[in-house]
């Protein structure tokens, strides 16, 4: 079965430090595409992240960045130097193809990252 | 740059009352997606369009319907609303044709339905 699975209901960061939010997935496919995504508390998803399973090394983008562990199935993404508007709800997500003829995005249950002043 | 536009942000509707949500993609990009996102949930994907085909279908009920126009906008259509239809509907586009096929999300559909 495909499945994301973020095990962290909630972790709190010192701002400045890097935090590392987890993520692992299970698919038999050999094609897929892993995201994060970011939601304030004003509800908005934003991308911040993308790692296809054929890339070769570690997406980055600015202060973030995806630990690709394709043996372990994991995606944990990390945020370096936390800030206070880093406080949100963070979503892994995985497109893969059904089978079907069509592409499905499923998406984890989410972590809530808490960053202290 | 232009984002995902949806409208309205916010609506209120009675139980077996109808209502219609739309979204605008950002320009250019082919494919549009439907998701709900129940309080404390994570999104659950309806359903999307590719250049104005129904694409895949996800968990959308049968009381929901959708269709993506000639502009690329893409209305979805609930009818017979019912209490568990509370939720943030998100509208996502990208382009199929570039890898990556990144879904960008508009600001989403607060529905609430009394």
């Known amino acids: 079965a495909q499945k994301i699975t973020q095990t962290q209901p909630g972790m709190f960061v010192q701002e400045k430090e890097a935090v590392t939010l987890d993520c692992t997935y299970d698919t038999s496919d050999p094609s897929y595409g892993l995201f994060w995504y970011k939601q304030p508390s004003s509800g908005e998803m934003i991308f911040l992240i993308y790692q296809g399973s054929y890339d070769q090394q570690n997406a980055t983008e600015g202060r973030y960045s995806l630990n690709f562990q394709k043996a372990r199935k994991s995606a944990n993404l990390v945020i370096s130097a936390s800030q206070l508007g880093d406080s949100a709800m963070y979503f892994c997500a995985m497109r893969v193809f059904e089978g079907t003829g069509g592409f499905k995005t499923i998406f984890g249950a989410g972590t809530r990252l808490f960053v202290k002043a | 740059a232009a984002g995902v536009i949806q409208s309205p942000r916010h609506l209120i509707k009675e139980k077996r009352e109808t209502a219609t949500l739309k979204c605008y993609p950002i320009?250019?990009?082919?494919?549009v997606y439907w998701y709900q996102q129940g309080p404390g949930q994570d999104p659950q994907f309806l359903i999307s369009?590719?250049?104005?085909?129904?694409?895949d279908k996800g968990s959308i009920p049968d009381r929901f319907s959708a269709q993506q126009f000639s502009d690329y906008h893409s209305e979805l259509n609930m009818s017979s609303l019912e209490l568990g239809d509370s939720a943030l509907y998100f509208c996502?586009?990208?382009?199929?044709?570039?890898?990556?096929?990144?879904?960008?999300f508009g600001p989403g559909t607060r529905l609430t339905v009394l």
């Open positions: 320009p250019r990009h082919d494919t």
């Open positions: 996502a586009s990208s382009l199929r044709g570039k890898g990556a096929d990144t879904q960008y």
């Open positions: 369009f590719y250049e104005k085909m129904q694409s």
